[in-house]
């Protein structure tokens, strides 16, 4: 392709970015309104014309101070030099009559157009040192730093989250903590931090999409808009459960939005996403299925790493609305190794600046029963949560609420969140007592039995021998074999290939 041929390509993609400089600032002109938005998509660098440039950086001085900006008080504005250089007074009202709907679509389109040129000169400078070059290694180190660097400054907007915090707030007493203000428990508490990353986590089948469920109908009724991402289920079975609830369609219909992601997020999806929750005055995101997102997205579940890209990538920016972010996710299996963690790493847990819940199964939930989950704190960040629960008792997680499940028909169900009683904590701290003494006459009685198979074996017996022997949970067997030693009462040796073996000291037999 020859040179003349290439031209009229050039020409053209020209033309289109002068018509989005000037569909972008005579928009703003018009409507002074939608500058604060279109201010995080594109800055006067990226305004190619003198024209379009200094009315773009004259606007963003007057409407930041509060100042009109009809066409006379720009006139006025501007001095002599750059007045002319626009093309005079005129140029205000033919910026006007490329004004468009909305900014926001046509500065990203611009924002598009200047990274493509930026790029395409980067990418040509580099062709020519290739080819001019004789040392081509130091060329491509060259051209690998240009596109890093790029990358790292291209235009975002907005003010850097790099600059000096303002303290004084803090230092003068005048500071107030984050307070939980979206959803409720049933006596009205708060359950999350708006402009926060908050979560519950859970076994399946254990109630977390009904918790975010019963929020999101508290913010619906409270004529607030809130969205569901959803990765697991679908809008039959999520929309299914708002109604047997008791919603109003009417209200699900305008207040309720849900979305279910096929495929993984672009950084203009997420930036489309956030600018419509803010645009809505949305209070609550749910983001259900976190496995599933990061999945999506291409993320390993273990990597601390990846973890902590998910929660900038997607969890933040949605925080950064304003909105109160809450992400459903699993815990491991087992009881014990599970500690206050979800699936995964740790950084999941870091993410979280809000409030993070933990939710143990109870009863189960289903057809003709009354299924109950506890929710338990597992991080409190502002720490205005865990003053409205109670100790867990032997659980170091505090008692924050009960999710109660009532079946009442295949079209209604009740749901409550009930708040823990003084009364609810004793009964729960008795029958963990109840609990640990039931053990114990169970190892004290497992014990004697221990005792007599070990009284009638001609050798000693291996732990393996003794607990095909003794009859009952493998467990308890074992406690009361360490219990019989420990007061010596069994005596324990290595026999071969390291066994350990266990007899009845001689004394004890004669007794």
């Not at 915090?165 to 005048?174: C, I, P, R």
Request: proline share 4%; with cysteine.
């Amino acid at each position: 392709m020859t040179r003349q041929e290439e031209a009229p390509e050039w020409s053209v993609r020209d033309q289109q970015r002068m018509e989005l400089e000037q569909a972008v600032v005579g928009t703003v002109m018009m409507s002074p309104r939608e500058y604060a938005e279109v201010a995080e998509i594109v800055h006067a660098d990226m305004f190619r014309h003198p024209q379009t440039r200094i009315v773009w950086d004259l606007l963003g001085r007057r409407i930041t101070a509060g100042e009109p900006t009809d066409f006379l008080a720009l006139q006025l504005a501007l001095p002599e030099a750059d007045l002319k250089q626009i093309g005079g007074p005129v140029a205000f009202s033919l910026l006007a009559s490329h004004s468009v709907g909305s900014a926001l679509w046509h500065a990203e389109r611009l924002r598009h157009h200047v990274i493509r040129d930026q790029v395409t000169g980067v990418l040509r400078g580099a062709i020519t040192r290739v080819q001019q070059d004789d040392d081509v290694d130091a060329a491509l180190d060259a051209v690998t730093t240009a596109l890093t660097d790029l990358g790292t400054t291209a235009p975002q907007g907005g003010a850097s989250d790099w600059a000096e915090v303002d303290l004084t707030a803090v230092l003068d007493g005048t500071h107030k903590p984050a307070q939980p203000t979206v959803g409720a428990r049933n006596d009205g508490v708060g359950m999350f931090y708006p402009g926060r990353v908050n979560g519950i986590q859970g076994e399946s089948e254990a109630g977390k999409s009904w918790v975010a469920l019963i929020c999101c109908l508290v913010e619906i009724n409270r004529r607030n808009h809130v969205f569901y991402l959803d990765f697991e289920d679908s809008e039959e079975g999520i929309v299914g459960r708002l109604m047997l609830l008791g919603a109003n369609p009417d209200d699900v219909r305008t207040y309720f939005h849900y979305i279910r992601p096929a495929t993984a997020p672009t950084t203009a999806t997420i930036k489309t996403l956030g600018r419509r929750i803010t645009d809505l005055q949305a209070t609550l995101a749910v983001l259900d299925g976190v496995t599933e997102a990061m999945t999506m997205m291409g993320l390993e579940l273990k990597e601390n790493s990846d973890i902590a890209k998910f929660g900038r990538t997607l969890l933040r920016p949605l925080a950064d609305t304003g909105a109160a972010v809450v992400s459903l996710d699993h815990v491991v299996k087992s009881t014990e190794s599970r500690g206050r963690y979800s699936l995964g790493g740790v950084h999941k847990l870091n993410a979280v600046d809000g409030v993070q819940y933990m939710l143990e199964a109870v009863h189960p939930f289903g057809v003709n029963t009354e299924g109950r989950s506890r929710l338990r704190i597992a991080k409190d960040r502002p720490a205005q949560v865990r003053r409205h629960a109670l100790p867990g008792g032997k659980n170091p997680m505090h008692w924050f609420s009960d999710l109660v499940i009532v079946w009442r028909s295949d079209d209604f169900s009740e749901a409550f969140l009930y708040p823990p009683s003084q009364g609810s904590a004793e009964m729960e701290t008795t029958a963990e007592a109840d609990a640990l003494a039931k053990e114990k006459t169970e190892i004290e009685e497992r014990a004697v039995e221990v005792l007599r198979v070990l009284s009638r074996s001609d050798t000693p017996l291996s732990k393996k021998a003794i607990e095909e022997r003794v009859l009952g949970r493998v467990g308890i067997t074992r406690k009361a074999v360490e219990r019989l030693v420990d007061e010596g009462r069994v005596i324990r040796a290595t026999g071969a290939r390291n066994a350990a073996l266990h007899t009845i000291p001689k004394q004890a037999e004669g007794e």
